[in-house]
């Protein structure tokens, strides 16, 4: 589920809106290295949205302060992401993203200071990271118990990270989190029969033995180090 296997032009076919949102992070990081005029009218500023500048709720979704913290946020996305895509469809969510991000994005202008600025797509990925917790716990029949305690894992190192990293914006990291458990039974629905498809049916092999499991789960767990990696890094950078 979160091993990804398919070529470029398979996975730009099953997750559009997420390679979209990929590519748009990658143009707004080069755009911005050649334009910092770009940076200063969509930075969240919270003097400046306080002021009428409402789009800044949105625009920081999309920007990266650095390299490492463009990759560590994108390829977070590649790999928890397709799932959720796939589940919930285009439409639902480029939605429950976009709403995670905004959401996470208020919480910061309540309660940081008037001049705090921030940017990046940490806390619509934590949305995510919390639409799975609500499944692990109040919707287990749309995941196997292995991926489960995979996603418990992912989300406790995730939180570990959090306050550990001081340039980290935990506001948004932990209002993320929420608002993606609380919207989840919004877009998951309450029941099996109101639901999408769980992840048995996206992913048929979830679940069963093949002499190349263990192969893939020592990838996954590769990648999943160089994302923490990427995200330690991140702070000196």
């Known amino acids: 589920m979160f091993v990804r296997t398919e070529n470029f032009r398979t996975f730009r076919r099953l997750y559009p809106i997420i390679t ?37 709720l949105v625009t920081p979704i999309f920007l990266h302060a650095s390299l490492t913290h463009f990759l560590f946020n994108s390829l977070s996305l590649v790999l928890f992401g397709p799932a959720v895509e796939r589940m919930l469809g285009k439409v639902k969510f480029i939605t429950f993203y976009l709403l995670g991000g905004i959401i996470a994005n208020v919480a910061t202008l309540l309660l940081k200071p008037d001049i705090y600025s921030h940017l990046g797509a940490s806390g619509a990925i934590f949305a995510i990271f919390g639409l799975y917790f609500y499944m692990v716990f109040l919707r287990p029949d749309l ?39 609380v919207l989840a039974p919004f877009f998951l629905g309450r029941g099996p029969a109101a639901s999408p498809r769980s992840l048995r049916a996206i992913f048929p092999n979830i679940g069963r033995p093949s002499a190349s499991r263990g192969g893939k789960q020592n990838i996954f767990w590769i990648v999943l180090g160089a994302l923490v990696l990427f995200g330690v890094l991140s702070r000196f950078m």
């Open 143 to 181: 995941l196997d118990r292995a991926n489960s305690q995979v996603i418990l894992t992912i989300l406790g190192i995730g939180l570990v990270m959090t306050f550990l990293n001081s340039n980290i914006n935990v506001i948004a990291h932990l209002f993320g989190f929420f608002a993606g458990t």
């Open 20 to 56: 979209t949102i990929v590519a748009i992070h990658l143009i707004l990081w080069l755009v911005v290295q050649f334009s910092p005029t770009v940076l200063n009218l969509t930075i969240g500023f919270n003097l400046f949205i306080w002021q009428g500048e409402w789009w800044r």
